[in-house]
């Protein structure tokens, strides 16, 4: 990859935070260590405390007042990728479980031209095999979002470690998503034709200790993905 290439093609790495500020700033860091031509953004989806800005560790920043959940902090980096005429942009967590090393590989293969969008599929999610209930939700939704895409769906639905071009951008620009949206993202790029492609990613430990779903957005993500569902068959039916 030349300097030409880097420049011609600029990518944005989008960071979503809520309460993982301390670990978000390490993960900037290691971004910067690892893929320096690349720009970053921190959302911080109305983190307690606000983030400490590192001016030795460039970095753009957005702080919502509240917490408004992934789906509109993903409206808010597409729309800034698309402002700023940014051709990739790759989503990594700010827990510490994606790893940082992988970014490239998902950025090569979207410069490929083959891959509208690229998935990071943990191979690992489903260790704890104390966590029954939340393994059979994640198989529930792969599964069937493997049949309403007709096998096209990524294995790891639920993955929030994925990078997109600016074709999926604008088609993503244009949905109202939820609050946990990447189902409902990879469903709705499988559907519309987009080529998506995954890679093989091993998830790594949080730096924090906490997720943000709660009980109360799991019930309502379980419900929300289903009423999503019977949306797409009603309008697939109608082609």
Request: proline share 3%; hydrophobic share 40%.
């Amino acid at each position: 990859m030349n300097k030409n290439e880097i420049d011609e093609e600029k990518v944005l790495i989008f960071i979503p935070s809520y309460n993982d500020n301390v670990s978000a700033l390490k993960i900037v860091q290691e971004i910067n260590n690892n893929l320096p031509e690349a720009d970053i953004l921190i959302i911080d989806d109305g983190s307690k405390n606000e983030i400490e800005i590192n001016k030795l560790t460039p970095f753009y920043y957005y702080r919502l007042e509240t917490n408004y959940g992934l789906g509109v902090c993903t409206h808010i980096a597409v729309d800034f990728m698309i402002a700023h005429n940014y051709s990739y942009l790759v989503r990594i967590d700010a827990d510490g479980q994606h790893p940082v090393k992988e970014i490239r590989k998902i950025i090569d293969k979207l410069k490929l031209k083959n891959a509208d969008c690229v998935v990071g599929s943990r191979q690992n999610h489903n260790d704890k095999k104390n966590d029954i209930v939340k393994n059979l939700v994640k198989k529930y939704y792969n599964l069937l979002s493997r049949l309403i895409t007709q096998n096209k769906a990524p294995a790891d639905v639920n993955s929030g470690f994925f990078g997109i071009n600016l074709k999926s951008a604008n088609i993503i620009k244009y949905q109202i998503l939820e609050r946990f949206p990447e189902p409902q993202i990879y469903i709705l790029l499988c559907n519309l034709n987009m080529k998506l492609v995954e890679i093989n990613v091993m998830q790594e430990d949080r730096m924090t200790n906490k997720t943000s779903l709660t009980i109360f957005h799991a019930l309502r993500m379980f419900y929300r993905f289903n009423i999503f569902l019977l949306t797409e068959l009603i309008r697939s039916s109608k082609k």
